[in-house]
């Protein structure tokens, strides 16, 4: 067990039943807490409830008998010490508007949600601070770190990184999330672990159509290298540490979704270079890739804060603007040289 990690019964809520909320929930679960997870469709949370089983989203793991799963949000909130936001960015917003009766007075509210809203191009836990009543607004906290959810289900070793304004009730959120194989750092730099957990998916992407074309490893590593001077580009800009970026949140993540085969916005790349269209390759997916929306928001967002992102725009042009995957390929290739560190 992590020294200072929560060992008391905990009430944990879990808002958002796809895959991460899922092994979120199991991995509090596994550690004898009470959690009740939340899912918007009634005949998910029937099933997860039915058969100990998330088969649509977290096939093969067998869930505890400490969770149980609800598609009413009083019922997921009632008594929670700590709330976990895991849907989908596009989704957090009316999520938190329909929770705010039922939310907790005391505990962390911790956003494991990875992107940038659409349209008000805000992080995460921005979206929930303008939605939240002021007084709940310091306990927000964002969770981070290199994590695909079947690894973090089936209790393999992970490092994370939790992320507040008030630093403690930041290391209280560390505190109930570590365990034995998993190790929480805190940071008070929320915008660096928010950009880079957001901006890594736009890379896999990227990465992924690179390894699609066949183009090798020296051509993912450039990719993984550029993507990451990307990140912290925009990120210290907005303000965040720019060491930040070469941690758990930023370089960490960012290896693991550009390399690793469980990672759907690696897997659009791939399908994109191989000729599929954008709508063929999210139809077939039961999962969000959240690089795909993402994309767009960071493109906006680079352009109205004055940012380059050579790389987020070529992903950009491609997903939206119907540029060729390999035409995007050469237009990164054959941009005019610089200083690295521009």
């Keep these: 067990m992590q ?3 929560t060992t008391e019964r905990l009430e944990v809520a879990v808002l958002g039943a796809g895959s991460w909320g899922t092994a979120i929930a199991k991995l509090f679960a596994d550690r004898g807490h009470s959690v009740r997870l939340w899912a918007r469709r009634g005949e998910l949370a029937h099933a997860i409830e039915a058969h100990a089983e998330n088969a649509s989203y ?3 793991h067998r869930l505890p008998a400490t969770l149980h799963a609800t598609s009413q949000l009083q019922r997921a909130l009632s008594g929670a010490q700590v709330v976990y936001f895991v849907v989908p960015s596009h989704g957090l917003r009316e999520v938190v508007q329909e929770a705010i009766p039922y939310l907790p007075e005391q505990g962390p509210l ?11 191009l805000l992080l995460m836990t921005q979206v929930l601070e303008e939605v939240l009543p002021e007084r709940m607004r310091r306990r927000v906290c964002a969770a981070g770190g290199p994590s695909f959810a079947h690894e973090v289900a089936a209790g393999l070793p992970a490092a994370l990184c939790m992320a507040g304004a008030d630093r403690a009730l930041t290391q209280q959120a560390r505190d109930q999330l570590a365990g034995d194989r998993t190790r ?3 940071t008070e730099d929320v915008i660096g672990v928010e950009v880079g957990g957001a901006l890594k998916n736009v890379m896999a992407i990227a990465a992924g159509a690179s390894d699609g074309f066949g183009f090798g490893h020296n051509a993912r590593a450039a990719l993984i290298t550029r993507g990451l001077a990307e990140m912290a580009r ?8 720019p060491l930040t970026l070469s941690g758990l949140s930023g370089l960490g993540d960012l290896v693991l979704t550009c390399t690793g085969d ?6 659009v790349g791939m399908e994109l270079a191989r000729g599929r269209s954008l709508q063929a390759v999210l139809g077939d997916m039961h999962m969000v890739a959240e690089g795909v929306r993402t994309a767009k928001s960071a493109y906006e967002l680079a352009r109205r804060e004055g940012i380059d992102m050579p790389i987020t725009t070529e992903v950009y042009r491609a997903l939206y ?4 995957p390999l035409d995007a390929v050469v237009s990164l290739m054959s941009r005019s040289s610089r200083h690295e560190r521009d």
Excluded: F, M, Q
Aim: no cysteine; hydrophobic share 30%.
């Design 3 to 5: 020294p200072g990690a």
């Design 58 to 60: 977290l096939p093969g």
């Design 110 to 120: 911790v956003s494991a949600t990875k992107g940038i809203e659409n349209g008000s």
């Design 184 to 186: 929480v750092y805190d």
């Design 234 to 241: 925009l990120a210290t800009h907005l303000g965040a540490n």
């Design 262 to 267: 469980l990672s759907r916005n690696r897997r």
């Design 321 to 324: 603007e119907g540029k060729a």
